[in-house]
Structures are given as structure tokens and as C-alpha cells.
């Protein structure tokens, strides 16, 4: 079943290997095929095979694939994973190496600007802290350890960001914690200076697939370099076409550094596209093809031309979502799509408060991708942060989120002035609660209520010895009485229930991921990488997304809205001169589409209380006319078009009155 290119990837496996994977060419299933390929064949033992991927949802599909391809015992011993979890894998192996003691924390995003905006100041404006945050970020996925990062900043922001990032590193260390970057950065760090290590963790992996490997920041490259060394028994597979997250570090001329580094590394191209219409790959390659190319490809399917790519002209924004409501009714109708076959892309966030207007008010269900995620709620954050104050009692952000949940009249002054203490003796602000002679320096209602507090994390902790994972989070829940809290917290039945389920929901991952033998902080800290965006739980519902979400995905129907200059390419971007990655973005977003696809733009836009003219985007102009069928192209066509919309809109109307 595999055509003659993927074959080829497949079977080679004598050398560095890059497979140029084009949007919809079957990627996946190539990586799928290899390692059952470099099993089946005795060419390397299963546990020695890691293949990396970028998301949760893309490892768990290659390991769904790989189990039905090879036995069940060669499937459990193989490795695929992101590259944070391979990370967190090593530096529990290695910790002693890094720095770390046994048992240290993952902070997670929250618990990173907290720490940053303390170290900042506690008036830093939120845009500040953010900038502050991507520098930092950026120093660590350039492998630049703190006094590097202060050599190298040269701008007033980029010195600000090392001092914060030295101080940062320093907390950090005495946390005993680390956070997503220092996965990477520090495992690197380790492969480095370290001989043994190197040659240790290349025997413990002998053959590495890399998914996506145009996402690649500077600190992953190294680190598949170091794992791979001389020999290059890898194969890395991606799409610079596709490379869309230069804002976090990306940087697709790696797939270029490759070719510099391993100069005996083969290239093979995957061309072929089995998700789209003709007609969307026609329009997709004629746009990407105005990006310079190292390696140039062009996709082409079997599939039927499918319909001409509709060009909407809308008044605004308010019209547009409007105008995707019908449209989305219409096509529905007509070629009998469910409602989870639609996805309505956009470039930012924003744009999708009018389209969720709209589509209430034609009662057509939404999912909208990147709500608030289960990780992301506050009850499964604290159970999470008493679980990693039980592992490592140095974690003051676990300390500082649970001392008072549930409450127990522990004041901000009380923890400032335990905070001073604990710091002038070197000591965790939990380590310092277990001092009497420091308790007594505090007033004796909160003490009190802070050596309960202790002797709750000590009876956890023995419990801990013990206990499986799922059986200290059930104590957890017992002890803290954590239910009746959030029962107390709303009158709302509804939300209690939601929040309660949220907390079933956590025992049952514990449950399942329980081996009896890890530990609780451990499969903690695998949790805090786990993003539970990976999971669609829409239903049958239309899909309301960015761009940057709905790579990797497809769907029968496409509307892209916001196609106007300074949206989509984006303002910043046309006046850095930074369009290639826009048109990537763009690319990324019309080869989600199998059959229909429609662009849309609004002539105009109010801002600031005054209304300005947009222009479309210039891309549209690079799109080939013969694959569209614009606005006012076709009149008679277009009205029968509009009376079939309205047609089912009063369709769903009547629907609705029974």
C-alpha cells in the first residue's frame, strides 16, 4: 500500500535520512512502516528505536499505528514521545548530571510568569511580562545558559531578560524545579561536556525519528544531533513549507543544516497528496511557490478537481461570520456534511467572538479550540501542586498555590513573612514551616494553622512511600477534604458537578498510567506535559480555530476568514518584511481542506470608535484565477446560490418550531 517514495523512506536505512514530506503525503504512516520496518528486521532491537514527535496527539497516533504493525512486547519497549517527555525522561535518569535532586518539579506556564513577574516586579504591565517571558524562552531554545544569555544581550530588553533569567535559573535551583525549556536545554547541557553520558544515551538509542522536524528550535537540533552523533542512524521528516512557529524559536533552515552536517544525508521527497481536491493543491502550490525553496516540491493528488475556491467580499466582520453561518447551513444541506467536517480558520483569537455570534444565532454547534484545558483548571492544578510538594518539599510555587486550599486564614502578610525568614536561612518556605523557632517568630493563630499544614504534607508524604500514584491522589481528596471545599466555593450544582468530574477525571489518568512501581511526582510531572487541547472532545460541532491549531488536521469543508492585509498577512509581519511565514500560514490553512474551501475579507473594519478600509490580501492575488470563482463573477449563479441559502436557512428555521 505504500507508493514507490514512501517505500524508499521506509527502506532506508544504512545512513542519515531527511524525508521532505508534503501536506496530506502520508508522513505518519511512513514513520509508522520504518519502525516496524527496522523491528521486524532485526536492524534495531525495538527498545533502541525512539521516534519524537511535536504533540501528544501525533505520539499517541504513531503508537496506535506501530502496535498494530509489531508484537505487543516489541510495542511496549519502543519509545515515542514528544521531545519534552524524552527530556523529562532523561533528566530523571540523569538528574545527578543536571543539578537536580531526585523528585524535582515541572513548573508549569502559570507557575513560570508568576515566578517571572515577581523577579520583574510585581508592577511589570502584562505586554512587558510577556515580551520578558518569550526572551527568556528564546535564550533557553538557544542553548545560552544564564551567564551566556548576559554576554550575548546587546538590546536594552535582551540585558533586562538575562538578569531576570539569572535570577530565574537561581530560584529555580532552589525550588529544586525546572521548567518546559530546561527539558531540552539542560539534557543538551548534560551531552555536551558530559563523554560517558554521550555515549551512553547513543547506545541506549541506535535509531531516532524525528516527526516535523522544520519545528525544530536551535536547542532540539542540538539535542538530536548529540543522540544521533556521527553515525546519523536517523531519519527526520518534515515540510519547510509548513514551518509556521518562528515566534517560538522554529527554524526551518534546519532542515538545511542537516545536509551541512551529515554530508552523506539522502533526500527523499513525498509529493503525493491524499487529502485534497486538485484544485486546492493547484492553489496551494502556486502560492507557496513565491517562498524561496531549497528543496522545491510540488503536491498532486488523484482525487477530482472538486469545486472552483469561493472568494468572499463582506462589508465587515459582522457580515463575514454572518455570510460563514449561511454558508455553512447551505453546504450542510447540499453535499450532507456533519457538522464536525467544518472548520473555520482565522490568524488570531479575536476573530472568533463574531463567528461565535453568528453561529448562535443560526443554532449551528461550535467547538472552539483553545478554551481553557483541563490542565488549565484550578482544581486540577492544586491536587497537582500538593502531589509535587509531596515529591520535593523545595517546590515553593506547589507551597504557595495549596498552604491555603482549602483555607485555613493563612494571610499574604503571614507567607511574606514566612517567605523573609525561610530565604535569610536558605531554607524552602515548607522546610521552614517545620521550624518551631521560626514559627514562633509569627503570630500564633496562623503558625498554628501553617504546622497543620505541615503535619497534612508529612502524612501525605508517609502515605506516599507506600501507595500507588491513583491512591495518594485519593488521600490527597480525603485529607484535604477538597470536595466539600468546592462544593462550598458555588451555589452552582452545575459547575460542581463539572469540577468534581474534572477531579474523577485526574484519578482515572492516575489509574490507568500506574504501573505500582512510579512515582506519584513522576507521573506528575508527565501530566503537566500533556496538553489536553490534543484532545477534541467538539462532538459534531463546527470547528472555530487559529491557523497555527489546525496543522496536522483536515476536514471536508474550509472557510478561512480574515484574508485582508494586516490581518492575514499580519501588520507586524508586512512592515518587518516577514511575509514568507505568513504565506506559509496560509499554506498550512488551504491544505486543510479535502473538497471545499472557502477565503472571505471585509472591506472594512471599525477600530478605536472610527471606521477604516481594508485591503484584500495580497495573496489572493497570487492565487491562480482559473481555481477560483470570486464575488459578482458568476450573477445568476450567485443568486440561486443565495436563494438556497436562505432556502435552508428556513429549513432549519421550521427545524426549530417543530
Not at 521516534?51 to 515515542?80: C, H, Q, Y
Not at 457538522?339 to 467572538?353: K, T
Amino acid at each position: 500500500m505504500l507508493n514507490p517514495q514512501q517505500r524508499a523512506a521506509v527502506e532506508a536505512c544504512d545512513g542519515p535520512l531527511l524525508v521532505l514530506a508534503g501536506a496530506g503525503s502520508g508522513k505518519t504512516r511512513v514513520i509508522a512502516e520504518k519502525i516496524a520496518h527496522l523491528v521486524a528486521r532485526g536492524i534495531v532491537p525495538a527498545g533502541k528505536v525512539a521516534a519524537i514527535t511535536f504533540t501528544n496527539k501525533a505520539a499517541r497516533e504513531m503508537r496506535e499505528r506501530v502496535a498494530k504493525r509489531v508484537k505487543a512486547d516489541a510495542a511496549e519497549a519502543l519509545s515515542v514521545c514528544t521531545f519534552h517527555a524524552l527530556g523529562l525522561k532523561f533528566l530523571q535518569i540523569e538528574h545527578a548530571r543536571a543539578g537536580l535532586r531526585r523528585g524535582f518539579s515541572v513548573l508549569d506556564a502559570d507557575d513560570s510568569a508568576g515566578l517571572v513577574k515577581e523577579l520583574a516586579g510585581g508592577s511589570v504591565k502584562p505586554d512587558q511580562l510577556f515580551r520578558l517571558r518569550n526572551l527568556l524562552s528564546r535564550m533557553k531554545s538557544d542553548g545560552l545558559a544564564p551567564d551566556a544569555a548576559l554576554d550575548a544581550a546587546r538590546a536594552p530588553r535582551e540585558l533586562e531578560a538575562a538578569k531576570v533569567y539569572a535570577a530565574y535559573q537561581k530560584r529555580l535551583a532552589t525550588f529544586n524545579a525546572v521548567d518546559f525549556d530546561d527539558l531540552i536545554r539542560l539534557p543538551v547541557a548534560v551531552l555536551q561536556r558530559d563523554e560517558e553520558a554521550r555515549a551512553a544515551w547513543r547506545e541506549r538509542i541506535r535509531y531516532l525519528l524525528v516527526d516535523e522536524c522544520q519545528d525544530t528550535n536551535a536547542a532540539q537540533y542540538a539535542f538530536l544531533k548529540l543522540l544521533a552523533g556521527e553515525r546519523g542512524a536517523f531519519t527526520c521528516v518534515g515540510d519547510d513549507d509548513q514551518s509556521i512557529y518562528a515566534w517560538r524559536g522554529a527554524d526551518p533552515g534546519n532542515l538545511d543544516q542537516l545536509a551541512r552536517d551529515y554530508p552523506n544525508l539522502r533526500v527523499i521527497k513525498l509529493e503525493q497528496n491524499y487529502r485534497c481536491a486538485q484544485r486546492v493543491l493547484r492553489a496551494a502550490n502556486a502560492l507557496i511557490a513565491n517562498n524561496p525553496h531549497a528543496h522545491p516540491k510540488k503536491l498532486w493528488s488523484a482525487h477530482a478537481d472538486g469545486e472552483r475556491i469561493r472568494i468572499l467580499e463582506c462589508r465587515d466582520a459582522a457580515h463575514e461570520a454572518e455570510r460563514v453561518a449561511s454558508q455553512l447551513l447551505y453546504l450542510r444541506d447540499k453535499h450532507g456534511l456533519g457538522w464536525s467536517d467544518c472548520a473555520v480558520l482565522y490568524r488570531g483569537n479575536h476573530q472568533a467572538r463574531p463567528l461565535e455570534k453568528a453561529l448562535q444565532l443560526a443554532r449551528i454547534p461550535y467547538h472552539l479550540t483553545g478554551a481553557l484545558g483541563f490542565l488549565d483548571r484550578t482544581e486540577v492544578k492544586d491536587v497537582l501542586a500538593y502531589l509535587r510538594l509531596v515529591a520535593n518539599p523545595d517546590d515553593d510555587a506547589a507551597f504557595l498555590r495549596v498552604v491555603n486550599v482549602p483555607r485555613r486564614e493563612i494571610g499574604a502578610a503571614t507567607l511574606e513573612r514566612l517567605g523573609e525568614l525561610a530565604q535569610s536561612k536558605h531554607l524552602s518556605m515548607l522546610r521552614a514551616a517545620h521550624s518551631a523557632a521560626i514559627l514562633q517568630q509569627l503570630a500564633a493563630r496562623p503558625a498554628a494553622a501553617l504546622a497543620g499544614f505541615v503535619d497534612l504534607v508529612d502524612a501525605l508524604t508517609q502515605h506516599a512511600r507506600h501507595a500507588k500514584a491513583a491512591e495518594l491522589v485519593e488521600e490527597v481528596l480525603r485529607r484535604t477534604r477538597y470536595a466539600e471545599h468546592l462544593v462550598q466555593a458555588s451555589r452552582d450544582r452545575a459547575l460542581q458537578e463539572r469540577k468534581l468530574g474534572n477531579l474523577r477525571e485526574l484519578t482515572d489518568w492516575f489509574h490507568a498510567m500506574d504501573s505500582g512501581k512510579a512515582r506519584a511526582g513522576d507521573l506528575a510531572a508527565q501530566l503537566a506535559l500533556l496538553n489536553h487541547a490534543d484532545k477534541d472532545n467538539g462532538g459534531d460541532a463546527v470547528r472555530l480555530m487559529t491557523l497555527h491549531s489546525a496543522k496536522g488536521l483536515e476536514f471536508r469543508s474550509v472557510h478561512i476568514v480574515g484574508c485582508e492585509d494586516g490581518t492575514l498577512p499580519h501588520e507586524g509581519a508586512i512592515d518587518e518584511g516577514r511575509l514568507d511565514e505568513e504565506r506559509r500560514l496560509l499554506y498550512v490553512g488551504l491544505t486543510r481542506a479535502k473538497e471545499l474551501l472557502h477565503l472571505s475579507y471585509g472591506v472594512q473594519a471599525r477600530r478605536w470608535g472610527q471606521v477604516f478600509r481594508q485591503k484584500p490580501s495580497r495573496f489572493l492575488d497570487e492565487l491562480p484565477a482559473a481555481e477560483l470563482h470570486r464575488d459578482g463573477a458568476d450573477p445568476e449563479a450567485e443568486a440561486q446560490t443565495r436563494r438556497d441559502v436562505a432556502a435552508a436557512q428556513l429549513a432549519k428555521i421550521a427545524a426549530m418550531l417543530g
